[in-house]
């Protein structure tokens, strides 16, 4: 296996491959567009079939959908009245496929109350569904990965969730789903396909896709955003999987075919654990869709809105109105209700809506209830729609329908590549006690530890051992080890403070100033990793500072245009270019 360090010169060693590939030896077999987390399972598994293969995205891994999810690994529980028994079968199966085996460390169950409000049919038919979604869990091969649901008495039902208010509900049934930190997944996915022998490059746009004699694409068009330099690159085959960005993708080939993707925003927020009683995640029911109160680490995760999005799908924000609409819908069960003062962050993501049908002209398609995969023009493949839960489905579809006929001879292997962290964690948690007692850590900051890094946290701790002072906690965010963010920029490839706080750590919404207390510390760990000189340093500090302000200052406009507005005063980090150059 090739090395599973993402650094600054990994990306440089990358981008070298695709200058490399105008060469016929050189030639990629596969170029992936996007690096979210369907962008690296493709990645992944065309890796491990043995494809050339290379993948850029234009801003940092998982900067899009795929860092702002709800954080669930789930079968969907809302598609079994849709009675689409073999969507949820697929996803229970993934699910259970990620527990066991992919990714134990990261992918974790978590216990759900569906609250009842009525005695005798509400009870009967909710247990059915929920007993229906359990046997079709249980149809995944090998052992069973999750408890099976039970009911609760209302007393039984105040002992799990204390805040849950007295006459929201006269029971409940309890069952089990799994959530995950989307952004490490994302990151340990691209760590785990770089390990295979692919190429990752992060801050890398397409800004054209290239044809040959026949018509059919044959590469793309790069510019290096962190020098300006423009990359031509050839590859047999280019795959889009740019998620809301989807059709500006396609219009890069210049043909009109394609897949049809809309953005629908949803927004999340992040309340203090200690503020809600609760020992388990509850489920709602809302006019629209459902709400999720989801137990997190160290506070709760409460959401979603579904609202239309026709602005920039960069900064996607929370407006005033999407938080009043989480709050007034999670009060309505609370007993304690929530205000905004209780609201320590959010978040704002972008769901790329798959449309019906193809664009005239799309000469094929294989379509499923979540996602489509089609080709627009020879030599370009493009999937769109799905979810986190059956990314590994997704890429498995896109790379078979990439490759043809090869992908007979060459089948996905996926399902049995544990990710980077998987293997030997149960020893690791074993070390982790000796670990433990040298750096002074407590069992909650083990657990953050072994959640996060699984087996890997051996490397962590040969960089404590090196140097001690990255065993501390950082001094404004204890909740992070100095060593975190060190193996951010040495293994994880974040190359801006922007990257640290939003994606290799969640600063940005885990603490009520967004982080910006634990900025110069972070600044000082990550400026002689990147080679920042003092200026640059500063300049890091104040642009990631400007986004910060900004954000705050958008939560309080009262609908998405004004708030974008006031989000686009901050300055993007491209245009910390000549800075960087």
């Known amino acids: 296996m090739a090395s599973t360090r993402l650094t600054a010169e990994s990306r440089q060693q990358a981008l070298s491959a695709l200058r490399g590939s105008q060469t016929p030896s050189g030639e990629l077999d596969i170029l992936v567009v996007g690096g979210g987390v369907t962008g690296a399972g493709i990645a992944l598994d065309a890796a491990t079939r043995g494809l050339s293969t290379a993948i850029v995205e234009a801003q940092d891994w998982a900067s899009g ?53 009525h005695r005798v049919w509400e009870r009967a038919y909710v247990g059915a569904g929920i007993a229906l979604y359990d046997t079709l869990a249980s149809l995944a091969p090998g052992r069973r990965a999750m408890p099976l649901h ?3 008495s209302r007393r039984q039902l105040e002992r799990k969730f204390p805040d849950l208010a007295h006459d929201a509900a006269i029971g409940a049934v309890q069952y089990w789903d799994a959530s995950v930190d989307d952004a490490r997944l994302v990151s340990t996915l691209v760590r785990t396909a770089v390990s295979y022998g692919a190429h990752a490059a992060s801050r890398t746009q397409v800004v054209g896709l290239t044809k040959g004699a026949t018509g059919a694409v044959n590469g793309a068009e790069l510019v290096d955003l962190e020098t300006g330099e ?9 795959i889009n999987a740019t998620g ?28 203090p654990r200690e503020r809600i009683k609760g020992t388990v995640g509850l489920i709602l029911q809302t006019e629209k869709s459902v709400l999720f109160v989801i137990p997190w680490s160290r506070y709760w995760v409460v959401g979603t809105t579904d609202t239309p999005w026709d602005q920039d799908p960069r900064h996607p924000v929370a407006t005033a109105q999407d938080v009043d609409y989480v709050l007034d819908h999670a009060n309505a069960v609370l007993a304690h209700p929530l205000s905004r003062d209780d609201v320590i962050g959010t978040y704002a993501g972008l769901r790329p809506l798959l449309q019906p049908g193809t664009k005239e002209g799309t000469s094929s398609a294989k379509v499923s209830r979540e996602h489509t ?35 007979a001879a060459l089948p996905s292997i996926t399902h049995q590549i544990p990710l980077l962290g998987a293997v030997g964690l149960q020893a690791t948690r074993r070390l982790a006690r000796t670990w433990a007692a040298k750096y002074g850590w407590k069992p909650p900051m083990v657990d953050h530890l072994l959640h996060r890094y699984g087996s890997s946290l051996r490397q962590l701790v040969d960089l404590c051992e090196q140097d001690p002072s990255l065993a501390e906690p950082l001094e404004h965010a204890p909740a992070y080890l100095r060593a975190e963010i060190h193996f951010g920029v040495s293994h994880e490839g974040a190359l801006h403070l922007e990257d640290l706080l939003l994606h290799r750590t969640r600063l940005v919404y885990e603490v009520a100033d967004r982080g910006l207390a634990a900025l110069p510390e972070i600044a000082d760990i990550a400026a002689p990793l990147l080679g920042w000189d003092d200026a640059t340093r500063q300049a890091e500090i104040d642009a990631y500072a400007a986004r ?13 245009a004004s708030a974008e507005a006031v989000r686009l005063r901050a300055p993007d980090v491209a245009a910390m270019q000549p800075l960087r150059g």
């Open 65 to 117: 959908t795929s860092s702002r999810s709800s954080k669930l690994v789930h079968g969907g529980l809302r598609y079994l009245q849709m009675l689409d028994f073999h969507l949820v079968k697929e996803a229970l199966t993934e699910r259970d496929l990620l527990l066991k085996d992919i990714a134990p460390h990261l992918v974790k169950p978590v216990p759900f109350l569906y609250p009842l409000e």
């Open 150 to 152: 039970r009911h609760l």
């Open 230 to 238: 423009e990359i031509t690159v050839r590859a047999r085959h280019v």
């Open 244 to 271: 809301v960005w989807t059709e500006d993708t396609e219009a890069l080939a210049g043909d009109t075919g394609g897949l049809r993707v809309l953005a629908s925003k949803g927004v999340h927020i992040v309340v």
């Open 373 to 407: 995969v089609a080709s627009p023009v020879p030599g370009l493949t493009v999937i769109a729609g799905g979810k986190l839960t059956t990314y590994r489905v997704m890429a498995k579809d896109a790379v078979d329908f990439a490759i043809g006929q090869r992908a």
């Open 548 to 560: 910060a302000q900004a954000e705050d200052a958008a939560e309080l406009e009262p609908d998405d």
